[in-house]
């Protein structure tokens, strides 16, 4: 029997092989501890949804064990689903149905019905911020609004762990950071355990107590966020050249300093400084190009990013990590935010 108070998540040697394709998932661990937000990270097609399509048991695993809440995802899936919540990347939302009817329409498929289910249902909407619309037909909800109900109608039954399948891909800043302070409540006030696949670096850094990173099936790298970026160590020194002449000298002349690294700013030349290394500072990487002759219009540092340690891991950028003004201008209206692209090697569940 499980115990009710094992919130955690606990996965052993588990692999996904579809047919005619790759290992999907091959052979990971992790542990996920009860109250514990941990944040999923990894480019299209690394195994994050096929993981948690196993994990809520709509795929059935290949090999391995995995246990949520206690109970065996293979032989006890249907504690499982009265154990978790899950707000998957599809919302599924009927569009002719108000919010409120959602909430107690899920509420009665749960067997909570009656004032309990009003009260819930009230509960929810003003948790997620959906009060004032609570009575307006879905159809006409933002895709924000959307994601939000989308939460609450997983949050109804009082989940002990709660998957969330990348939730503010294609929201704006203002109902990302919504989510973000209801998820932090969930597992600060409630105990809740989440499992929070994404990828928004920043997602990740802000919410997540550990962060596991994975690609090609397998888990590259895990840790705190802290922990991740300490493997970076030094911080990368940026440099906007004057000319293309400036520029073409810069690399050679900052390569006894450390090694090359991406530029954010177009036609920029960058360095991550050697770790330990008094030599490698800011200053003297000043004092060098000024003693060159080379001519600079600025000059940045930055300190290590889970960017940086997502780019070590997997020589890769995640294709969600936009910036605020890329995700405000995903949603322009009342429409529901475009589906992220689905894992490429997980096939449709019947």
Known sequence: MASSENNGIEVRGLVKQFKKGPKAVDGIDLDVAPGEIYGFLGPNGAGKSTTVNMLVT????TAGRATVAGWDVATQGSHV???IGAALQAVALDKFLTGREHLKLIASLQGITGDRASRRAEV???RVGLEDAADRKVGGYSGGMQRRLDLALALVHE????FLDEPTTGLDPQSRTALWEEVRRLATDEGVTVFLTTQYLE?????ADRVGIINAGTIVAEGTPAELKAEIGAPTVELVPASDADRARLPGLLAQFGTEAAPEVPGSVAVRLHRGDDR???VSIVRAVDDAGVAVREVRQHEPTLDDVFLLKTGLTLEGAASDADVAASEPGPRSPEPAPADPTAEPVA
């Open 58 to 61: 709509l795929l059935p695993i």
């Open 81 to 83: 689903r009265t154990a």
């Open 124 to 126: 929810l909407l003003e």
């Open 159 to 162: 989940p002990r762990v709660l």
């Open 203 to 207: 997602e990740a850094d802000v919410l």
């Open 280 to 282: 490698a500072s800011l």
